[in-house]
């Protein structure tokens, strides 16, 4: 049974930085196209960042471009988010999500949640004004 554990959440001021980390739990963690999704109080939960299985591959929303990173450690079984210059809109809990999905999925497959068979329970971030 494959595993997501998020960490890396916490309070922050506007203009700061904070660091998601996601560890799964999985053999084949190299075939996994990994995601990041957010959802905030009385919202629908967001797309907010993807990967491909080789980390060649990035997706992005519009709202988080230029100012998050997504990146990928295979040898580690890990995926982390770097969140730098963050708005008090981004606050939200944090979802990392997995699918087993060894090529290179379109856009819109990466950025819809109904891609991902696999969670984890959420990690909490509030940015401050």
């Known amino acids: 049974q494959v595993q997501l554990v998020e960490s890396g959440g916490g309070l922050v001021q506007a203009g700061g930085s904070l660091r998601l980390s996601c560890a799964a739990s999985v053999r084949t963690f190299s075939n996994y196209c990994m995601g990041w999704f957010r959802q905030a109080p009385g919202k629908e939960r967001d797309f907010v960042a993807a990967i491909n299985w080789s980390g060649l591959r990035t997706y992005y929303s519009d709202s988080v471009k230029g100012r998050f990173t997504i990146s990928r450690d295979n040898a580690k079984n890990t995926v982390n988010l770097q969140m730098n210059s963050l708005k008090p809109e981004d606050t939200a809990v944090y979802y990392c999500?997995?699918?087993?999905?060894?090529?290179?999925?379109?856009?819109?497959?990466?950025?819809?949640?109904?891609?991902?068979?696999?969670w984890g329970q959420g990690t909490q971030v509030t940015v401050s004004s």
């Open positions: 999500a997995g699918v087993e999905y060894a090529r290179t999925p379109s856009a819109a497959t990466a950025m819809t949640e109904y891609t991902y068979d696999t």
